[in-house]
Every structure is written in C-alpha cells, then in structure tokens.
C-alpha cells in the first residue's frame, strides 16, 4: 500500500536557526502522487500547510517550502530562519487524486527555543 | 468561513459499549471523511463518504459503523469498545475529492475505555 515516512520527532530547534523535516513517499498504481505538509498548532485543528500536485514543482506558505522531488520520492519540509510559533505537529501526506484518501506519515512534533 | 464541529470532544466508555462520534460542518463540502490517530503514528482513515447515504470503508473499517444521513453530518460508531483503548478521532471534509483539494479538520474526539 502507499506510505510516507518522515523525519521522527521530537525535534528541537533554536529560534533563527535552520530547519529540514524529512519525507519520503511510497504510492502504489500512480507515478506522480499529489503532496502534502498539514500542520497542528498548539490548540488548534489540524490544517493544510502547503501542497504541490505536480513533480518538480515548489510549493510555500509562512515561510516554509517544499519541493516534489520525483527521483528521490521526497518532499522535505525547509525553512531558513524559524520562529517560536513555528513549534507544532507537522503531517506529511500524499493523495492520489479523485476520490482517494489520503495517507499521512505519523507526524513530527517540533519544538522551537527562543 | 466555515466550520467543523466534533462532538463530543472527550469520550469515556466501558469495555463492551457501543459508542457514537458525531461531525457536522458548514462549508457544504460533499465529501467526509473519519481518522484515528494513535499516539506516535499517523492518520489512519476509518471511513469516508463522498456524498450523502454514501459510505465507503478506509483502512481502519473493522470495528466501526458509519452513516452520512444528510450532506453536514457524518457520524462514526465504535460498535464494542475496547479496552485501555486511547485514541483521537479526527473528522474532515474536502470540496470533492481529498486529494487535490484542502482537507478542512475538526478539533478532533479523545476516546478513552476503562
């Protein structure tokens, strides 16, 4: 079946420092799954990040980027400079277009130090 | 904006009992959808429903009952609860298909059993 796996947390990180959260992606019966970061702020539901649907392509939001790489199966989380409300849950997933689930990798708790 | 309400948001149950979650939202979306999520791993969907009296089985399907009466509500039951069971259940719902489109979550339902 499909599976995503990312970076295993938690991760702690010091404000204004680098970040990179690892995925890599396994879809069964489609070349090109569709992509996804969701993100789990502290108190609040679970809620899209950023998605890319089509390979090679880069997608952005808050600061974060992701770029659908097709050779190596990845679709890493970056971000060059973080901030403290950057600390939350962050959910890889892929999805395969229609009415498809989606899968989601476990999760990665991030904690940012001021 | 719209709107996904769980309810209850802490349910305790007794081994054995049959247990009801409930979903309604306002965005008019057609489909829904139900994960579970355990501690340390990702979302794993039970069921969805792609429209109304529509009912198809996820991964998770064992164990659990669905119904999409009406269009706003989606609801999931555990139909014998286990014991020391923990878990978080997550509804969503997305425009048509999940996979190209924004899935919109809820604040989710803990379920304990004693």
């Known amino acids: 079946g499909d599976s995503v796996t990312q970076t295993e947390g938690p991760v702690t990180v010091s404000e204004s420092e680098s970040l990179i959260i690892n995925c890599t992606y396994s879809?069964?019966?489609?070349?090109?799954?569709?992509l996804f970061w969701y993100v789990r702020y502290p108190g609040e539901g679970l809620q899209l990040l950023l998605k890319?649907?089509?390979?090679?392509q880069k997608g952005s939001s808050r600061g974060f980027e992701a770029t659908y790489n097709k050779e190596t199966t990845s679709f890493h989380l970056q971000k060059a400079s973080v901030q403290e409300s950057d600390s939350a849950v962050y959910y890889c997933?892929?999805?395969?277009?229609?009415?498809?689930?989606?899968?989601f990798g476990a999760g990665t708790k991030l904690t940012i130090k001021p | 904006g719209g709107i996904i309400t769980q309810t209850p948001k802490f349910l305790i149950g007794q081994e054995g009992q049959k247990l009801t979650l409930k979903c309604q939202q306002n965005?008019?979306?057609?489909?829904m959808y139900w994960y579970r999520q355990d501690s340390g791993k990702g979302l794993r969907l039970i069921y969805y429903?792609?429209?109304?009296?529509?009912?198809q089985k996820g991964d998770l399907s064992e164990g659990y009952d669905a119904s999409r009466e009406k269009k706003s509500s989606f609801s999931l039951t555990v139909t014998s609860a286990q014991k020391n069971e923990m878990a978080v259940f997550l509804c969503?719902?997305?425009?048509?298909?999940?996979?190209?489109?924004?899935?919109?979550f809820g604040s989710g339902t803990r379920l304990t059993v004693l």
């Open positions: 969503a719902s997305s425009i048509w298909g999940a996979s190209a489109e924004t899935l919109y």
């Open positions: 879809a069964t019966s489609i070349a090109y799954p569709n």
């Open positions: 890319v649907i089509t390979a090679g």
């Open positions: 997933a892929l999805g395969k277009g229609g009415n498809e689930k989606i899968t």
């Open positions: 965005f008019n979306h057609d489909t």
């Open positions: 429903s792609i429209t109304e009296n529509d009912l």
